[in-house]
């Protein structure tokens, strides 16, 4: 009986001392991976690497959207390493617009807590789901579909992203073709757009070639 006790007892002490990583504070001067970055020293870890205060102040939408996008993503809030999730505010004016835009690496879900936000996606049998949301309402993005945000109405809106990885990515289209050294020709041929127009989307967005 004794040696089963002692056992028992043994096994006991060793499933609580057995490595748990509860945790993976990223080391931001490491490199970022499919795994996220690699993990600050426990020791050195504290309280405020699991908080973020950077969105409880409006994003500046003095811009040509009318609109700013504050990420918390891993890069800013080294917390949410490994973690599977991240976060972003949205700051819409009255007229703006979070251009049509993808995140690769994650679902969305939007939660609008002021005003109200006219949103959609398009799916990849290229259907268009849009919806205006009010104060409280939720609504989610499949990964790595088109989406976009507009204020509805003529007051500002206000909205919280929650994202299904630490590093969401974030590839806006108008950016992509007009602010990019993506050829005329090639965006031309490519998207069968106007010369003269994709010329002059890169003269407002600072594109070249
Ligand atoms: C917002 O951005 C604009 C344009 O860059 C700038 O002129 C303005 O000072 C900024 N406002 C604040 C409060 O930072
Ligand atoms: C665009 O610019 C980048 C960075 O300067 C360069 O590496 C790339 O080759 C350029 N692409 C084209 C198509 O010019």
Redesign the pocket.
Known sequence: MLPHIVFLFSLLLSTSHAAVQDFCVADLKGSDGPAGYPCKTPATVTSDDFVFAGLSAPGNITNIIGAAVTPAFVGQFPGVNGLGLSAARLDIGPGGVIPLHTHPGANELLIVTQGHITAGFISSASTVYIKTLKKGELMVFPQGLLHFQVAAGKTKAIGFAIFSSASPGLQILDFALFAS???TPLITKTTFLDPALVKKLKGVLGGS?
Do not use: C, D, I, T
């Open positions: 050294n993506f050829s070639g």
